[in-house]
């Protein structure tokens, strides 16, 4: 019998009792001290009456002291006990009642199906993305309030309150893997019971200290990641080209100088082609990327619609960088400065332990003194940012703990200065197009992180997000005699023409047969 079935068992027993002693009490009292005797139906009656407050019927006035004492002490009684049960004993049996409601064991026909112990941001977009291959996956959670959540997104769930009991409610024997989503001590438990039932598939584990995953391995997962700290690699190799340069193969063109440029909605040539901007014709720059929703489309050929809001990355000296703005109306971003880093949690000092590791000058701004910020503040607040250099800073990097503050940050800092690029750390993967639309130029979840890399593992294939690209020299080809212009499948930003570097590229150029192409791909 659960808790709270007991509680309400002893309430009505103790209701029952607390009436007819009051009723008895009363009866005593209306005839001795009152003169007007009572039955004890009728001391019953108004006992269940006032103690419910709902009225006195015929018994409203009574002289004695004694009687008026007794009776005003039921009465306050009454309101004491109304407020007293809803809370302590009916909603807790109303609760159970509807936790009841939770599946307590797998469904019988699962099978060959992901086990996933605790849910949480790291496995949000992993669970959609396995949901879309068509392979079964079960959430074994061990926190009510979480467990109804997964229930409502229609999400196959198994409720237990001991973590110990998480691995004989899954059918562990038939899953294909277990991937650990609780907290360092918890996974590393099921990890060991896992490993002692004899399960010998795949198991995935989320450590939250770093130090903490080789121990999770040798309790026996197959591998351990920490997600906060790969964002945070993956928005430094980002943000630095010393990191990960964003165009190797380039540097073997003199001259040349990639630069960002944002697109405004109200672009003239925003939803037309790189062939109707004719970037060529005026300077002779090169869109050689557009990023959009903070995915990379690498290779932009003369048919490649410009997207309104984008970044494109553009390729040419630094007149014809300068006049390809102009001409879409673009803002140029800044490219040098040092970074300014919002928020030192354990993603900020990730950021700012890696981009001092690759001689990047760097600028923390954070609420409570530590060591390594330079700025104590409300990142929040537009006077503390513009102190720390915000408008003359290379890129702001927004890490902060929860994705509303983010959000308004990004709001803050697109107003305050909309040449310098935001780049932010996302925990729920649903948030990414509101801090888009926010101003955020490039955003990353943990969600889309944890899951590319997990859902890859598991299905045995490459990783989704790819922003690799590279310059490189195409000798053989069969575009001898066409026009610049006319290339519809490659993005050539230069052509080595008998060891001399033909650059700006006209549209009206003639390829020979025998010119080497610099194709970006």
């Known amino acids: 019998m659960h808790r709270s079935q007991k509680r309400l068992i002893a309430l009505l027993i103790g209701l029952v009792v607390f009436l007819i ?34 009225g006195y019927g015929a018994d409203a006035k009574w002289s004695h002291p004694v009687m008026v004492l007794f009776v005003s002490l039921i009465q306050i009684a009454g309101v004491f006990l109304f407020f007293l049960i809803i809370p302590v004993f009916l909603v807790p049996f109303l609760e159970e009642r509807f936790e009841e409601k939770l599946p307590r064991a797998a469904p019988e026909h ?13 496995v949000e977009t992993l669970l959609q993305q396995l949901a879309l291959e068509g392979v079964a996956t079960l959430v074994v959670e061990t926190d009510e309030a979480a467990a109804r959540a997964v229930l409502e997104k229609q999400q196959a769930v198994v409720f237990t309150r001991n973590d110990e009991d998480a691995l004989s409610v899954c059918n562990l024997d038939s899953a294909r893997a277990l991937v650990a ?44 990641y920490t997600p906060r700290h790969i964002v945070a690699a993956a928005l430094a190799a980002h943000a630095s080209e010393t990191i990960s340069p964003r165009l190797p193969g380039a540097e073997a063109i003199g001259g040349l100088v990639r630069r960002e440029l944002r697109v405004p909605s109200s672009s003239a040539f925003a939803g037309k082609t790189i062939r109707e901007a004719a970037l060529s014709s005026f300077g002779g720059a090169t869109i050689v990327g557009q990023w959009r929703r903070s995915r990379l489309q690498p290779k932009c050929t003369a048919s ?39 928020g030192f949690g354990e993603v900020g000092r990730k950021l ?39 408008q003359t800073s ?101 052509i080595d023409r008998d060891g001399d570097i033909v650059r700006p590229l006209d549209p009206e150029l003639r390829i020979g047969a025998t010119d080497i192409l610099y194709v970006c791909t």
């Open 21 to 54: 002693v009051s009723a008895l009490i009363y009866q005593a009292g209306m005839a001795r001290l009152e003169h007007s005797p009572r039955t004890f139906w009728q001391a019953f009656e108004w006992a269940t009456e006032t103690l419910s407050t709902t």
């Open 110 to 122: 699962i099978g060959k199906h992901v086990v996933v112990f605790r849910y949480g941001p790291a």
């Open 181 to 224: 989503n609780g907290r360092d001590e918890e996974n590393a438990g099921l990890i060991l019971r896992a490993r002692q039932q004899g399960f010998t598939r795949e198991i995935y584990a989320f450590v939250e200290e770093p130090a903490h995953r080789k121990p999770m391995e040798l309790a026996g997962a197959t591998a351990a």
């Open 304 to 342: 490649t619609i410009i997207e309104p809001g984008a970044i494109l990355e553009v390729v040419g000296d630094h007149d014809a960088i300068s006049r390809a703005a102009t001409r879409l109306g673009a803002t140029l971003l800044r490219a040098d400065g040092p970074y300014l880093i919002a």
């Open 352 to 390: 700012h332990e890696l981009l001092t590791d690759a001689g990047e000058s760097v600028c923390v701004v954070e609420k409570n003194d530590a060591r390594g910020v330079d700025f104590v503040g409300d990142v929040l607040d537009l006077s503390v940012l513009e102190r720390a250099g915000l």
């Open 394 to 494: 290379r890129a702001l990097m927004l890490a902060l703990n929860t994705d509303d503050a983010t959000l308004f940050a990004c709001v803050i800092a697109r107003e305050a200065a909309p040449d310098v690029p935001v780049i932010a750390r996302v925990n729920h993967a649903r948030n990414l197009d509101n801090i888009h639309r926010a101003g955020a130029d490039y955003a990353l979840s943990i969600s889309d992180i944890s899951g590319e890399m997990l859902s890859s593992r598991l299905l045995g294939r490459g990783r989704a997000r790819d922003e690799r690209r590279r310059v490189v020299r195409m000798h053989e080809h069969e575009y001898g005699g066409m026009t610049i212009g006319e290339l519809a499948h490659e993005c050539v930003i230069a």
